[in-house]
């Protein structure tokens, strides 16, 4: 605090006695944001984690599970952290957490993921973590999130360098991502693909399914076949017509 | 100066002047005998009037003289007039009516004269009724507001009379029509409301009571026949006696009674209804059947639906009867477009010259039947023919007509009008792209075998195509044909070069024909191993061809070619005309003289689809050049071979045919790949202009631009839309997936 011009000090005061926050947070606030007490408010709001994140802690966890020889957090690193947060390393909350740190793909997290990740939950260890879970688990039924997640899933899941995803994972991922919303038709339509596509699923055709299946009843009855809908979606409503899964009354 | 000394007349002394004159004029309109008025009578009446009216004040009468000239008419007209026209009826009544309409008109023409003065000055400066205005309205008032309803009761009477065939005095009502005219001063008023609107109720009753029973007892073209006759008639009738302004409203009326009341029962006659004068080829009738429907409001719809209904069938028939034809064929031919479906294309083109004609000549070439006939012919001649689509039917036909030793002895302006008449029927045919792949493979070989008839027709086909599709769509084919012509310049040169090196003269005769490649359907090249003598002619080929072009590569196709070989059988020396690949596989035989399957397949380096069918045409077809073992009639991978040495027959030259691979499979993939590309196109295209755009708007342009060279199908269309949204070339609107977006 002696290093600090004078100016500066009554900031840090001031920026403490508003937002009641510790001298080493007002500190960081200010600095991130230049000096100005506005923005360090800013700051100091739109990540509340900072507050209550440590970075130390943080660095020591990732180093636990990076791999030795690269800086990055690979497939066994996942592991023993599923592994120390007692989680199915198939269970969703993993998705939900891997979104939390905008992971680009599927059991790897690059330092700045993991650590910004944690950081924007507001954790800085496993048992803060583990304390977590069943909060990240509801987030799965919010709408707006759902729909994040949803979309986020399809990058995360594909192979790197693909543009679509394989047939095999898509057919996963809905499987367990629809378990936590419930879609009646999702049986069907995993059968559908299997028998009648077998191809990779595009970006479009996935996000497009999640709107299908919020606007569209299970019924058909609202469903437009002049509409914009994917190619694979009319035929799913013709597979479903044809075999008599689904009479459509309108 | 004769004025200042003017005796002042009064007015009932003035009057009697005026009361004598009337009355002498009375007399000889009642036809009393009575002498004619001279001009002295005439100018001491006038100035009696004059002088009335320029008098000082208190005795300028112009008022009472203004008043008494009205009098003068209505004395007359309650005194004489009415109780004349009161005990007469009928045309009687009439006839009087004409009379004392004519004699008013000359009394007001008199009276109007003697009190003239009054219209100079005295009713000019006050704004008043002229006096031969008073004069007629006077006869209106009195006569013509009492007796109208009597007068037009008469004259409808006597119009049925006519109607029923009586004659009547047309003259008559010609002149009573003309007071109904007359009395308006210039307004129809009159004639419209006390008389037309009558007529007209009368006539829509008339006829609605006339169709009633006709409709019951006649067939449809007698109906039309009497239908036709009536409105005629009814025409004629405005023109003997009724005003020409009630020409439109009464035909009208007829029209609506005979036809459009109708319309339905009668084109719908079971057994003479507007379908069965189409079976039954009633050309004249249909005509009729036009010309009166087509003075009616939307008259003409259920006609052309029938029209387009009746061809329909008439061509759906055709298909069927090609189909059945086509199923009793044997199986083994199947797959080849043959007669039948020659005969088939002949039947269309028969259908559609008749039906154009019904439309040019009996419908007057009106719009809705030619849009009838192009939706007719769109139906059935996009069916096709048990498995081939009518686009290669056509292309087929057009093969036919155009080779050599064409099976029809066609003229040459036979061949002209055939060529012509197909081309109209591609019009209909939604995949001109799938015909124009198939036509560029016949004429392909056409060109390449030297089957082309006529050079002449090629390019007036060529010509014809242009204007129908455009130039896009024959550009290709146009090159084909410059091609062969070029290539025959080649030819001469190439021989003119081996004449001068004789060095590398390769002894044998080498025709060659390039080709550019995107003119050309695609042919698959393989790298056979040629026999050395051939490899010889290529090099000297290449050698020539450096000469005249750089940076040209050459592609051989040596599928495509042919050769002529003698072969030396132990009774004579046969000349054999054989493909490259057939004579490639011969020549083996002067090395060895039994050679295994394998071996062959070795040697030539083909495929063994490829060998099989050219030893099948060797050794198991109708030419046994090379003797197999065992002797069967299909080629397994353990056969052996060998020259038939005894091989013989009668002709010094033969041919040994080589069925041609079937290319329809291909023919129809290169189509659905092209059409991805112009799909993408077209969507690029239309995005690129709109930014934006709903996904129903864009399906519906895409195909408005296609439909010139296919009609694609929105599933199609919606898989190349998903493609440009993977490939980044469009994206969905944020919150509205039903909506596109551009990206570039």
């Known amino acids: 605090m002696h290093k600090l011009a004078r100016g500066s000090r009554d900031k840090v005061q001031q920026f403490m006695t508003i937002t009641g926050a510790s001298e080493k947070v007002a500190l960081q606030a200010l600095k991130a944001s230049d000096w100005h007490l506005e923005g360090a408010f800013d700051f100091f709001y739109n990540h509340p984690q900072i507050s209550v994140t440590n970075t130390r802690h943080l660095e020591e966890l990732y180093n636990r599970y990076k791999e030795p020889d690269v800086d990055m957090i690979m497939v066994e690193g996942v592991s023993q952290f599923c592994t120390d947060l007692q989680v199915d390393p198939q269970d969703i909350v993993m998705l939900v957490i891997s979104w939390h740190m905008k992971a680009a793909t599927m059991c790897e997290f690059t330092r700045q993921e993991f650590i910004g990740g944690l950081q924007s939950i507001g954790v800085d260890s496993i048992e803060k973590l583990h304390e977590k879970l069943p909060s990240l688990r509801a987030e799965i039924k919010d709408d707006h999130k759902f729909r994040e997640i949803y979309n986020f899933a399809f990058a995360w899941a594909r192979e790197k360098g693909q543009k679509s995803l394989s047939l095999e994972t898509a057919l996963g991922m809905w499987q367990l991502l629809f378990a936590e919303r419930h879609w009646p038709l999702i049986d069907h339509w995993c059968e559908f693909l299997q028998v009648r596509h077998n191809k990779a699923i595009s970006r479009d055709t996935w996000s497009q399914l999640l709107e299908f299946v919020k606007t569209i009843d299970p019924q058909l009855s609202n469903y437009d076949e002049e509409g914009a809908w994917p190619y694979l979606i009319d035929e799913f409503v013709e597979y479903l017509t044809e075999n008599g899964f689904v009479q459509i009354r309108k | ?31 009393k005998p009575e002498p004619q008025f001279s001009s002295e009578d005439y100018m001491m009446l006038y100035t009696t009037i004059y002088n009335m009216c320029t008098q000082k004040p208190p005795h300028d009468y112009s008022q009472q003289l203004y008043d008494k000239y009205r009098e003068s008419f209505e004395e007359y007209i309650t005194s004489m007039v009415l109780p004349s026209l009161r005990d ?277 070439g009106h719009t809705l039947f030619h849009k009838a006939l192009k939706e007719a012919f769109e139906v059935f001649c996009n069916k096709g023919v048990s498995g081939s689509s009518s686009a290669e039917l056509l292309a087929t036909f057009c093969d036919n007509i155009l080779k050599k030793g064409c099976s029809e002895k066609l003229s040459d302006e036979a061949i002209e009008d055939a060529l012509e008449k197909v081309v109209r029927l591609l019009a209909y045919i939604s995949d001109k792209d799938l015909f124009a792949e198939f036509y560029r493979k016949k004429l392909a070989r056409r060109l390449l075998f030297d089957k082309s008839a006529n050079d002449e027709h090629e390019r007036s086909i060529l010509t014809k ?154 050794s198991c077809a109708k030419y046994k050049i090379l003797n197999k073992e065992p002797a069967n009639r299909s080629i397994s991978p353990n056969d052996v071979f060998e020259f038939n040495s005894k091989f013989t027959d009668r002709m010094r030259r033969i041919k040994i045919p080589l069925p041609p691979v079937d290319e329809k499979k291909k023919v129809v993939e290169d189509v659905d790949k092209d059409r991805r590309y112009a799909i993408d196109a077209s969507i690029v295209r239309i995005m690129k202009s709109r930014k934006v755009m709903g996904h129903q708007q864009l399906v519906a342009e895409c195909v408005e631009q296609l439909s010139r060279m296919f009609k694609p199908d929105f599933k199609a269309i919606k898989k190349r839309i998903e493609d440009l949204i993977t490939r980044d070339y469009l994206e969905r609107e944020k919150d509205n997936a039903n909506v596109y977006r551009y990206l570039a």
């Open chain 2, 1 to 31: 100066m004769a004025g200042q000394e003017r005796r002042t007349i009064d007015l009932e002394e003035g009057w009697a002047f005026m009361q004598k004159g009337i009355t002498k004029l009375k007399n000889i309109l009642e036809g």
């Open chain 2, 88 to 364: 007469k009826h009928d045309e009687f009544m009439l006839r009087e009516l004409v009379k004392r309409w004519s004699n008013h008109k000359i009394m007001v023409r008199w009276l109007s004269r003697f009190f003239f003065y009054l219209d100079r000055y005295f009713i000019s400066r006050r704004s008043l009724i002229p006096l031969e205005k008073v004069g007629l309205t006077c006869f209106g008032d009195l006569i013509y507001q009492e007796i109208k309803g009597q007068v037009k009761g008469a004259v409808i009477a006597l119009i049925d009379k006519e109607r029923e065939g009586e004659q009547i005095d047309r003259a008559l009502l010609k002149n009573v029509l003309g007071i109904f005219v007359e009395i308006g001063l210039g307004s129809m008023e009159c004639y419209e409301n006390d008389f037309e609107e009558f007529l007209l109720k009368d006539t829509t009753d008339y006829y609605s009571l006339k169709a009633q029973s006709w409709i019951l007892e006649d067939s449809c073209p007698d109906y039309m026949i009497k239908a036709e006759e009536c409105l005629k008639k009814e025409k004629e009738r405005v023109g003997h006696y009724l005003h020409i302004s009630s020409e439109q409203k009464l035909l009208e009326k007829v029209q609506n009674e005979l036809l459009a009341q109708y319309a339905t029962p009668l084109l719908e006659k079971e057994h003479s209804g507007c379908f069965a004068l189409l079976r039954d080829d009633k050309e004249e009738d249909l005509s009729r059947m036009y010309r009166l429907f087509s003075k009616i409001n939307r008259g003409l719809e259920p006609i052309a639906n029938m029209f387009k209904t009746h061809v329909t069938n008439e061509g759906t028939a055709l298909v069927k009867q090609a189909e059945d034809s086509a199923s009793n064929k044997k199986p083994e031919k199947k797959d080849m477009v043959g007669m039948q479906e020659q005969v088939f294309v002949w039947k269309i083109i028969e259908l559609h010259d008749k039906y154009v004609a019904y439309v040019t000549e009996c419908f007057q």
């Open chain 2, 465 to 618: 195509l242009k204007q129908q599709c455009g130039g896009q769509f024959t550009s290709k084919m146009e090159g084909m044909v410059t091609d062969l012509t070029v290539a025959r310049d080649h030819q001469t040169k190439f021989e003119e070069f081996v004449a001068a090196h004789q060095e590398l003269n390769p002894g044998i005769d080498l025709a060659v024909t390039v080709l550019t490649t995107g003119f050309w359907p695609s042919y698959k090249t393989f790298d056979i191993n040629l026999p050395a003598e051939m490899v010889k002619c290529v090099e000297v080929f290449k050698e020539f061809y450096q000469t005249r072009t750089k940076h040209r590569k050459l592609t051989w196709i040596y599928s495509l070619g042919t050769c002529n070989i003698n072969a030396k059988f132990e009774a004579k020396t046969i000349e054999l005309i054989v493909t490259t690949y057939q004579a490639a596989l011969l020549l083996l035989f002067n090395g060895s003289d039994r050679l295994s399957y394998s071996e062959i397949v070795t040697q030539l380096n083909l495929s063994d689809d490829d060998v099989v069918r050219l030893l099948h045409s060797l």
